[in-house]
């Protein structure tokens, strides 16, 4: 090939995507097992109602805002939705990115219409930004932010917007795009189970943990 970015997609899509998911796959079970080892003291008092029914209730119950709280903080909990739904249809539902769920799980759906893939990617966006000027110009948010937040943020960001283009070629060279597309996307990977990424996969046993406490109690949660 004569493109000079060639050899450097076929690494990002070869060898650096390997690399990428192994250290995401160990870091992930590494965490997980981890949490699993602390454990907790057992509870000897006699239980007052259902944890199990009440940690499974609140894995579903938590993922909407408690009545009253949407207005106080409607770009935080609106563009949180935004952001999630998108980026959750860029990645699960173009043809290509499930050609690659397809390659490694052998799990497959129909892709969704690239208007819709696209119109979720640029809102996904959109709603990052937002977020972005909320953490920044909110004085407790931001006293609380730390260098991590913000190399999430720019973590999640970088595969939606370079993706988009590069699909779309609107700059650039298109094979360099697509391969800084997918490097970006494996930084995600490596930093996954390190940062606050993470609650991707630990809010089902956070949830379950906190309501069964609750449950157990008597109280809901």
Not at 147 to 157: C, E, K, M, N, P
Not at 188 to 207: D, E, G, I, Q, S
Request: aromatic letters at 12%; charged letters at 15%.
């Amino acid at each position: 090939m004569n493109n000079p970015y060639f050899d450097l997609l076929m690494w990002a899509r070869g060898p650096g995507f390997d690399i990428a998911l192994t250290i995401m796959v160990g870091g992930i079970l590494l965490r997980v097992v981890e949490i699993l080892v602390l454990g907790r003291k057992r509870d000897l008092a006699t239980a007052k109602g259902s944890p199990v029914g009440q940690g499974v209730k609140t894995i579903f119950t938590r993922s909407f805002p408690r009545k009253g709280l949407v207005p106080f903080a409607p770009i935080t909990y609106i563009g949180g939705y935004i952001f999630h739904i998108g980026f959750a249809i860029a990645f699960l539902f173009l043809g290509a990115h499930i050609a690659l769920i397809d390659g490694l799980l052998g799990l497959s759906w129909p892709a969704a219409n690239r208007a819709i893939v696209e119109s979720a990617t640029a809102l996904a966006v959109i709603a990052l930004f937002a977020l972005l000027y909320t953490r920044i110009t909110d004085p407790v948010r931001r006293a609380l932010s730390t260098f991590g937040d913000y190399l999430v943020w720019l973590l999640s960001l970088l595969p939606l917007v370079l993706g988009y283009v590069a699909v779309n070629k609107l700059f650039g060279d298109p094979t360099l795009m697509m391969a800084l597309h997918i490097l970006s996307a494996e930084a995600l990977m490596v930093a996954f189970p390190f940062t606050k990424l993470m609650h991707a996969v630990t809010f089902l046993m956070a949830r379950y943990y906190n309501g069964s406490i609750q449950g157990r109690k008597g109280a809901e949660s």
